[in-house]
């Protein structure tokens, strides 16, 4: 029981920690009104394990904060990480689900933090959504969806 806590921690320290380098080195697409997260591929990880529930929202905050977000997309985007993380953990048993909650969650929290918290208010609101949302789809499902594929592949070696 004990080794099963050290390894869902370990597993959130490393999911937090890859998700902060990944939205780090990609700075100038992973902030703004459009973008692309390239860290969003790993929210297919509640797909493997629980771990990454509070890895990925760990991750973000973290990511936020040293990113330079004001106070407000660092409660909200991470709240949003947080809703898809859970409810792609519960539909785990289906591959293609599992990136939609990322999807909807921040494409729906996250822009009227833009519009209202850094004033990207040149664009329409219902555009920002579509933005977001795009970036979404690339970084949680079609990255995600290949990472996925490569992790199936490899499982047996990975345990």
Partial sequence: MKDNKV???TQ??????????????FAPISFGPMQVRVAEILTILPMFTSAAIPGLFIGCLLANIIG????????????????????????????????????????????????????FTDTPLILMVVYVAVGEIIGC???????????????????
Wanted: charged share 10%; no cysteine; aromatic share 14%.
């Fill in 7 to 9: 390894l869902m921690v």
């Fill in 12 to 25: 959130a320290a490393l999911i937090a920690a890859l998700y902060v380098v990944l939205t780090l080195i």
């Fill in 68 to 119: 330079g977000a004001i106070i407000w997309d660092v409660i909200f985007g991470s709240i949003a990480t947080l809703i898809g993380a859970v409810f792609g953990y519960l539909l785990r048993k289906n591959r293609w689900l599992v990136p939609i909650p990322a999807i909807i969650a921040n494409a729906l929290i996250v822009p009227p933090v833009l519009w209202y918290g850094y004033g």
């Fill in 141 to 159: 499902y079609i990255l995600g969806e290949l990472f996925a594929t490569v992790l199936l592949k490899y499982r047996k070696v990975l345990r």
